[in-house]
């Protein structure tokens, strides 16, 4: 059974940048899957943010692209996330998740999810 | 990005009750379409993929179905343990959510 596990600061200042790594267990993630990161601010509903295959491609949330970077350390067996200069509005329970790497691209394990807040 | 309309955002009902939430696209997306159901402080949980294909697991009173624009996930007879919030999500395109629907049991 995958599990999938968020860690990072809970609390991040202003134009800071927000760091999250997900640990993998119960499997490889070196898989032909895509390992996700989705985000859901307080009150409001689910948005994706970005993608990475252990190749190291990419894809990201438009709107995030230029201050969003997704790594993956396969020797680690996790995958992170880094969002640079970060608003109040990026104040929001982050999930990573696993997407199946093909039709119909649904995501079948997703962690618990940590809240990041950014206030000063 | 393709706009996802689900309804009802809450809905309150029976054990045993048949429930039925929709999920409307923007536009065709054919059979790309994911139901999630989502506990607070736990993990989502995939129910329904591809539209109407039941996960591994999942009990069977949970079904989806539609295509293109206009889909369904039903519960055929409601249990205490299917209070949650449930979402429709679309794989067609970049992935997008529907607003969420809070189940609650009378």
């Known amino acids: 059974q995958v599990q999938l596990q968020e860690s990072g600061p809970g609390l991040v200042k202003p134009s800071g940048t927000l760091s999250l790594t997900c640990a993998v267990s119960?499997?490889?993630?070196?898989?032909?899957?895509?390992w996700s990161w989705v985000r859901q601010p307080p009150g409001k509903g689910l948005e994706w943010i970005g993608e990475i295959y252990h190749s190291g491609s990419t894809n990201y949330q438009p709107s995030l692209k230029s201050r969003l970077t997704i790594s993956v350390d396969k020797s680690k067996n996790q995958f992170s996330l880094k969002l640079d200069s970060v608003t109040a509005a990026d104040t929001a329970l982050y999930y990573c998740a696993r997407k199946i790497y093909d039709y119909p691209y649904y995501f079948d394990y997703w962690g618990r999810g940590t809240l990041v807040t950014v206030s000063s | 990005d393709i706009q996802m309309t689900q309804s009802p955002s809450s809905l309150s009902a029976f054990v045993g009750d048949r429930v039925t939430i929709t999920c409307r696209t923007s536009?065709?997306?054919?059979?790309?379409l994911n139901w999630y159901q989502h506990k607070p402080g736990k993990a989502p949980k995939l129910l329904i993929y591809?539209?109407?294909s039941l996960q591994s697991g999942v009990p069977s009173r949970f079904s989806g179905s539609g295509s293109g624009t206009d889909f369904t996930l039903t519960i055929s007879s409601l249990q205490a343990d299917d209070s949650a919030t449930y979402y429709c999500h679309q794989s067609y395109s970049t992935a997008t959510f529907g607003g969420g629907t809070k189940l609650e049991i009378k």
């Open positions: 536009q065709s997306i054919s059979n790309y």
């Open positions: 591809a539209a109407s």
């Open positions: 119960g499997g490889s993630i070196s898989i032909s899957s895509w």
